[in-house]
């Protein structure tokens, strides 16, 4: 499989629950390397860009109030097949239906308050690892 670069954002639901040393280790643990990283405040209008995609949907709003409600932990992650590994080692969207051992079956509170982000193919990490770090910052 191909050593791909992926993006993850622990979300200020895991962030304030205490759970960014679990989530890592989980990372770390699946061989995912950690590349970059920062915790973000995100202002709404960041948050907002950055899940543009949903902006017609019901959510919208209170998605991204959410995702600026507090820190969040931004991170690129990088290894073989990463973008598919991230997805299966997160979880289903909604928590009822991720699989035992999942990180979203494990943290996430409802289907918005989910946890944890994950880019969901490799046009869409491309656009969203360059959306929080310059090229420089990636190691
Ligand atoms: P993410 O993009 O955050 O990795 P995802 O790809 O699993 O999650 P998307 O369909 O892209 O899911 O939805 C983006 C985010 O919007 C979800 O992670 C969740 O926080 C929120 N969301 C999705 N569906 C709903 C819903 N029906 N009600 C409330 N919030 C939702
Ligand atoms: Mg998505």
């Known amino acids: 499989m191909a050593l791909e670069r992926t993006l993850s954002i622990v979300k200020p639901d895991a962030v304030a629950a205490g759970h960014v040393g679990d989530i890592i280790k989980m990372f770390e ?4 390397r950690i590349i ?12 907002e860009g950055f899940y543009a995609v949903h902006r017609h949907r019901p959510f919208f709003q209170s998605l991204t109030a959410f995702m600026s409600s507090g820190p969040a932990l931004v991170m690129v992650l990088e290894g073989d ?3 598919s590994l991230l ?6 969207t909604d928590p009822a239906k991720a699989a035992p051992g999942t990180i979203r079956r ?3 509170t409802s289907i918005e308050r989910n946890a944890v982000h994950g880019s969901d193919a490799p046009e ?7 959306y929080f770090f310059p090229a420089i910052d990636l190691i």
């Open 36 to 47: 970059a990283a920062k915790l973000v405040k995100l202002s709404k209008q960041e948050a």
């Open 81 to 83: 097949g990463a973008i």
């Open 124 to 130: 869409t990490a491309a656009a969203e690892i360059a």
């Open 87 to 92: 997805r299966e080692i997160m979880g289903a």
């Open 106 to 108: 494990l943290y996430a």
């Open 29 to 32: 643990f699946n061989h995912l």
